[in-house]
Each structure stands twice: as structure tokens, then as C-alpha cells.
């Protein structure tokens, strides 16, 4: 099944590549990856999608874990979470069919980000289930092009909670 | 401070590491390094070839507990010692890698002798960098150092661009260390966990533990007999843990495993408690995971966590360092040992009675001759050279096991077996850094005449340092083991397995400049064998043994570990005789 993992890793060439390696040697297919740095920017953030076997989950966040890289992973597949996704898309509609799409897009809160004679793009940010309805509907439109973020998580449990120092002690002690 | 050269700062991160030998072969982007190298009292040792700089820097670490050091020039010089990197990972050996790289100007670029040793070497290593800034050099040699040696040990490798070997710079010593955010070492054991371990131990009727090659990175040897000898428990031990319990200690029962005895495999098999202790649940270990330990239920320490649950599920796991663990269970269970009443310690007795029979009834068995030399004999005769006390480093196969079966080891760091990565060409350059560590010590590296074509030309770095290593070919003319998986479970279909035409010894040995000589004759062998272990110089004698013996008991692959292979099969015996 998916599993929807969260790690705390410092930010150094070579992280992405250890925490990868680790699901790559197993054969485990990554679906999606995000990374990118937190308030303290010796440190990033990471939420990984992967087909992982039930027997094989705890392994892997242990052996993620051990990474000297690694500060803390966390398994967010079964507990509560936020999960979002952006997705971009770029809609070759005619023009008659242009105001239909914007209120359609409208109950997904899509909104436009470039307009050209021959194409819409529109962005949405939401849950996969979300994205893919959106998805569908647009195709519905026209020929599309796409580009997906892959999920990021957030934990509303606080013992998944990653240890990434809060905005009001970066800006502390920024001074 | 003086502004000092990459180069020279490596060297100087290195001595304050307390390196005492680097096992190296310089190359092209290395050449800065050996340059200071020319003039510098830390001794180089010039390997013949890279991957046995990563086995001699192994058989250093294994013998000391210190994290070896090996240095090898970009590409090929880096891609050849992944095995001994590898090796080393799996069996949790400290080893500090030093390579060069192509300078950054060229990174990416395809140079002359550039290979992604960054990218390469990360699953071969506990962890690696790449340098390729001057002032980040000395904290990462250190703190390279700090995580091959601490929690469970591993190989780290470091790789340096050229341009920052000849950049100029200052060193800073390792307590400048950056905090290593990521990297937990396992704190003590809770109180509560402790005392739920040794309620769980005493418990048991029948006790069994299972002590592997932990105990011996730990340190944790007297311990380790303490805590049986206060349970009063039997003690088997896997490949890796060989010497941390006296081979002698009357509740050491033996290896256990595929080709562990029968003693130590039923014992497994008939408890009803299992100690592991720095093990792994390895599978030449239980072999078929449901059947083993069948009806025991499990307390697991292990300094790893990932290790606790991986094969089998521990009803009780403890994550720490095997020596202060069992400080705190010994501390504890010498406290309570009036929880064990008469009854339940009655049982244990009789338990203990009931394995220590099966030990003496079920001896590691072969058949005697006068005409060949049994390869089990010349372990025995090698156990007696060496006493318990010498050190032994092995290849991988049949000659492995049966001196893993018969040689007895008074002490930890004293066998040295390639295990879990199972690598062939192991035990000569083992041996080398063996003998560099303890040149006390009798060191001989046992090994068939397969593996020893792998490591040969160390013949030449043995020669040249007068390493006075003692090197015994067990020699059956076939790649044993192969050969038995054949003979046994392949219809005897014998493929690529004759490795005859091994040379002359005396002439080998002689073409370098060491003594070495042959045996065959079972009148003969004392002799041959005092003559190689007299010489005050290196040695290579080749023992030809009995070429079609299988290594008994044997556990099938995937086969329960008490479902053991005890002897060959008398029409098997003919049959193969009459190949």
C-alpha cells in the first residue's frame, strides 16, 4: 500500500540521495517526493509517497531513521494528517467554452495564472482526490499539460510532530 | 597557526585520530597526499591492490576495536574498495576510507580516473562525504572518525577533490565538531524496560542466549560470561561472536547456524527464552525464520533499533550498548536472584544438564584416515598451534566453517571471518592488518585455495614488510563449497568448480622472497605445520586435504534449523567416492 512518510533532514548534498536510496534498494517505487527548506535553513523538510509493504513499513522509517542526515521520520500513512498537492494545468480550450471552465474551476478553487489565444493555465491546490476530480473535469475542456507537486503532509498529532524549531524561536534568535 | 596544505591537514586529522597505519596505493588526484606521506612517521602500508587496503584496514579494526584506515587514489582506485567497504558494513567494522577525487574544475566532466565515488560508495558505507571545501576538511576526517567507531560501527568514507589536497588552510581539531543533529546514539535503557527483562529472565526454564558480534564491538565479554554464568544459562554463539564466551567455558555449547552443531541447534530449537544479544537473526542463523526458536519468546538487545522486530519479533527489545545493557541486567539479576525459586531453578539445572549431554553426545564428527589429510584434522592441528590464542582470519567456505567449528578462541579479537558479506580474498590482507596491530600475536589467516588466488598478490606486501604471517592453504583442488550446494542439492552436477592447478607453494612463496612449502601426507603434517609456524618470517604452506568432504551438520537452505544434515549418507559417500 501507499505509504506517507515525513522526515526532518539537515540540508546537505547528499540527503535526498541517502533517504532515496534507502526505498531504491528495496525496489520500493517512489510516487511522489517534496523537499524544501524550513524556517532554519540548515534544515529541510521531506514527504514522500512510496508503495511500501505492510510488513516492510516500521523497517523503513527505523532504517530512514538511522541516517546520519536524518533527523526524524515519521510514518503520517495512518495517523492524522494534512495532506495537500499543487497541480498546474495548462488547458487547450476554445474560446467559447472559456467562461463554462472558469465556473467550473471555481468550485475547486482554481484560479488562472496565465492566459494565452490558445491555452487557460489554471493552478488548485488541494487533497489527490480533490486533483483528480479537477483533473477530469478539465480534460473534459480540451487536450491538457500537467504538473504535479507530489503530497506534502503536516502532522495534526503532536507526537508526529518534527522537531523543526517554530517561527517565533528563528526569529528570536535572528535577534 | 600555520596555513597548512589539504594534504597535510588530512595527514594531521588522521595521527590526531590516533591512526597508526594507513593501507593504501596512491594514484594520480592522491599525489599531494603522498608527497607529505614521504616525509611523515605515519606509516603507509603499500597494498597490491586497493580492496585489500579496505580488508587490511578491517583486519586492523576487528583486532583493535580502532577504526582502520585505508586510502585509495579516484576511480578505480575508490570502485575497488567497495567490497571491502561493504564487507564491512555487514558486519559493523569500524574502517575510515580516505579517496581522492578529480579536482571540482573537472567534476562532472568525465577526467581522467573520475567516478562517482560520492554517489557509488553510499550504500556502501555507514555514511560518506564529499569534500570539496578546505575548512571543512579536518571537522569531517573527525567527525568521520566519530561515527565508524561509535553506535554500531560501520565504514565511513571520505572523498577529497584534489584542489582542496593542495589549497591552503588551517586545522582545526575535533572539538570545533558541529553538533551531528541527525546521528542519536542509543541512550541507556529505561529503568522499567530492565526490570521487565529481568522478570522476563527469570522466568524462563529454559534460558537460551544467543551472543553475536555486538557483544565483541561492546567490548562486552566478561559481561557477557557474567550474565550466563548468573542465569546459568547455555550460550551459543554465531560466526561473528566467536571468542567473546571462551570457547572453553562450560556453558559455551558452540556456533550455532547452518553449520552450527547439533548441540547449539536443538538448543535453540528446545528453549523457551532467547537472548540475542547483538545479533541480527541473521538467515545462515535461523535458517527457516517460523521454526526457529519455535516455542521461546524473545528479548533482543541490540544498539540498532532497526535491528529490534527486522526478522523476528521481539516480545522484548532493548536498544543500547550490549555493555552498559548488561551491566544494568547482571546488576539486577544478582539483586533478585532470590526470585528464582528452588523449583524453576531446579529446571533450569536439568536444562542446562540436558544441552551441555547434547554436546558431549553430538561432537562435530569426521571420519579419520591415514592416507589423506582431513581438512577437520588440520583445523584440529592448527587449534593446537594456536591454543586459544592466536589470531585467526578466514576466506569464506568450507574451510571457514570447519574453523569457525574447531578452533578454540580464549578471547574476543581473535577470529576474523568475513560474515555477512561473505567475502572470498578476506583472510590474507585481513591477517596483514592483523599482524600490523598486534605484532605480538601469532597471526594466521586459514584459507582454500580460491580464496587465496584473490588475495595472492598481498604475498608481495607480506614480503616486502616481512609480515610474519602464517598462511595455510586448505587446498581440495574445488571451490568447496559451491562444490557441496552441488554434490548435495544439484544431482552432483559438478559446474565450474575445479580450481586445480594450484601452483607450487614453495616456488610462489620462493618468487617472492618468503618461505613456503606443501604437505599431503598425513605422517607429514606435524612437521610441515611446526616447520611454517618456526620460521621467525612469513609462511605459506599448502595443505592438500581430502577433496570431497562436505561440512557437517549442515541446515538445507530455508531448511529448520533442527531439521540438520548430521552426516553424509553411506551410498551418497560411495557414490561421490566413485565420481
Given amino acids: 500500500m501507499q505509504q506517507l512518510i515525513s522526515l526532518l533532514v539537515e540540508n546537505k548534498p547528499g540527503a535526498l540521495m541517502r533517504v532515496a536510496g534507502v526505498l531504491t534498494s528495496r525496489g520500493y517505487n517512489i510516487e511522489s517526493l517534496t523537499v524544501a527548506k524550513t524556517i532554519d535553513p ?3 523538510i521531506m514527504t514522500i509517497v512510496a508503495e511500501v509493504g505492510d510488513d516492510g513499513r516500521d523497517l523503513l522509517i527505523k532504517q530512514i531513521s538511522r541516517l546520519v542526515n536524518v533527523i526524524k521520520a515519521v510514518d503520517l500513512t495512518d495517523s492524522r494528517a494534512v495532506r495537500r498537492e499543487l497541480v498546474l494545468i495548462k488547458i487547450y480550450v476554445e474560446e467559447e467554452r472559456r467562461a463554462a471552465l472558469l465556473t467550473e474551476a ?5 484560479h488562472v495564472v496565465d492566459a494565452s489565444p490558445e491555452a487557460y493555465t489554471v493552478e488548485a491546490t488541494g487533497s489527490p482526490d480533490k486533483l483528480n476530480a479537477l483533473i477530469a473535469l478539465l480534460r473534459s475542456y480540451g487536450p491538457i499539460e500537467m504538473v504535479r507537486s507530489g503530497a506534502m503532509a503536516m502532522a495534526r498529532a503532536k507526537q508526529n510532530k518534527l522537531p523543526v524549531p ?6 528570536l534568535s535572528e535577534g | 597557526m600555520a596555513m597548512l596544505s589539504g594534504a ?29 606521506l614521504y616525509s611523515h612517521p605515519l606509516r603507509h602500508v603499500l597494498v597490491r591492490h586497493e580492496q585489500n587496503a579496505a580488508f587490511a584496514a578491517q583486519g586492523y579494526a576487528r583486532a583493535t576495536g580502532k577504526a582502520g584506515v585505508c586510502m585509495a587514489t579516484s576511480g578505480p582506485g575508490a570502485t575497488n574498495l567497495t567490497t571491502g567497504l ?4 555487514m558486519d559493523s567494522i569500524p574502517v575510515v576510507a580516505v579517496t581522492g577525487q578529480v579536482p571540482q574544475a573537472l567534476i562532472g566532466r568525465d577526467a581522467f580516473q573520475e567516478a562517482d565515488t560520492f554517489g557509488i560508495s553510499r550504500s556502501a558505507t555507514k555514511h560518506n562525504y564529499l569534500v570539496k571545501d578546505i575548512s571543512e576538511l579536518s571537522q569531517t576526517v573527525h567527525e568521520a572518525f566519530h561515527i565508524a567507531v561509535s553506535g554500531r560501527p560501520g565504514p565511513v568514507l571520505v572523498d577529497i577533490t584534489k584542489d582542496v589536497l593542495l589549497s591552503k588552510g588551517d586545522y582545526s581539531d575535533e572539538q570545533a565538531m558541529m553538533p551531528l543533529r541527525g546521528y542519536r546514539l542509543s541512550d541507556e535503557p529505561d529503568a522499567d524496560a530492565v526490570e521487565r527483562a529481568v522478570e522476563f529472565l527469570w522466568q524462563a526454564e529454559r534460558p537460551y542466549i544467543y551472543a553475536g558480534g555486538g557483544v565483541i564491538s561492546s567490548s562486552a565479554s566478561s559481561e557477557l560470561v557474567r550474565f550466563s554464568e548468573l542465569l546459568e544459562a547455555p550460550l551459543a554463539h554465531t560466526v561473528m561472536g566467536l571468542g567473546a564466551m571462551p570457547t572453553e567455558h562450560p556453558n559455551f555449547i558452540s556456533m550455532l547456524g547452518m553449520h552450527g552443531s547439533y548441540a547449539a541447534n536443538m538448543g535453540v530449537t528446545e528453549c523457551d527464552a532467547l537472548i540475542g544479544l547483538g545479533v541480527r537473526f541473521d538467515d545462515r542463523v535461523t535458517g527457516r525464520l517460523d521454526k526457529f526458536a519455535p516455542g521461546a519468546k524473545v528479548l533482543h538487545v541490540d544498539i540498532d533499533p532497526a535491528e529490534i522486530n527486522k526478522n523476528r519479533r521481539a516480545d522484548l527489545g532493548l536498544v543500547g550498548d550490549a555493555k552498559p545493557v548488561l551491566r544494568l541486567l547482571n546488576e539486577r539479576l544478582a539483586e533478585t536472584r532470590a526470585t528464582l525459586g528452588r523449583e524453576r531453578r531446579e529446571a533450569r539445572l536439568a536444562w542446562m544438564e540436558h544441552v551441555r549431554a547434547m554436546k558431549r553426545d553430538h561432537p562435530y564428527v569426521y571420519e579419520e584416515s591415514t592416507e589423506e589429510i582431513k581438512p ?6 592448527l587449534d593446537q598451534i594456536s591454543g586459544g590464542e592466536a589470531i585467526v582470519t578466514v576466506d569464506v567456505g568450507q574451510h571457514q566453517m570447519w574453523a569457525a567449528q574447531h578452533l578454540r ?13 561473505g567475502s572470498m580474498g578476506f583472510g590474507l590482507p585481513a591477517a596483514m592488518g592483523a599482524k600490523f596491530a598486534c605484532p605480538d600475536k601469532t597471526v594466521m589467516a586459514i584459507v582454500g585455495d580460491g580464496g587465496f588466488m584473490m588475495s595472492l598478490p598481498e604475498l608481495g606486501t607480506i614480503a616486502a614488510n616481512r609480515l610474519p604471517v602464517k598462511v595455510i592453504v586448505m587446498n581440495n583442488n574445488t571451490l568447496g563449497m559451491v562444490r557441496q550446494w552441488q554434490q548435495l542439492f544439484y544431482g552432483k552436477r559438478y559446474s565450474e568448480v575445479d580450481v586445480a592447478s594450484f601452483p607450487d607453494a614453495s616456488l610462489l612463496a620462493g618468487a617472492f622472497g618468503i618461505a613456503g612449502g606443501s604437505v599431503a601426507d598425513p605422517a607429514d603434517l606435524d612437521e610441515a605445520l611446526a616447520h611454517a609456524f618456526d620460521e621467525p618470517g612469513p609462511y605459506l604452506l599448502n595443505v592438500q586435504v581430502t577433496p570431497e568432504e562436505c561440512v557437517y551438520p549442515m541446515v538445507p537452505a530455508g531448511g529448520a534449523v533442527n531439521e540438520m544434515i548430521l552426516q553424509p549418507e553411506p551410498e551418497a559417500a560411495e557414490a561421490v567416492a566413485g565420481d
Avoid: C
Avoid at chain 2, 14 to 35: C, K, N, Q, S
Avoid at chain 2, 86 to 89: E, I, K, N, R
Fill in chain 2, 376 to 381: 577437520q584434522a588440520l583445523m584440529r592441528k
Fill in chain 1, 42 to 44: 540548515t534544515l529541510s
Fill in chain 2, 86 to 89: 561493504v564487507d564491512a558494513l
Fill in chain 2, 409 to 421: 578462541f580464549n578471547h574476543p579479537r581473535l577470529w576474523q571471518s568475513s560474515s555477512g558479506l
Fill in chain 2, 8 to 36: 597535510q591537514i588530512l595527514i594531521e586529522s588522521l595521527v590526531r585520530e590516533g591512526a597508526e597505519a594507513v593501507f593504501g596505493y596512491p594514484g594520480g588526484v592522491t599525489l599531494p597526499i603522498y608527497d607529505v
Fill in chain 1, 106 to 110: 471555481e468550485i475547486f478553487r482554481a
Fill in chain 1, 166 to 171: 517554530s517561527y517565533t524561536e528563528a526569529a
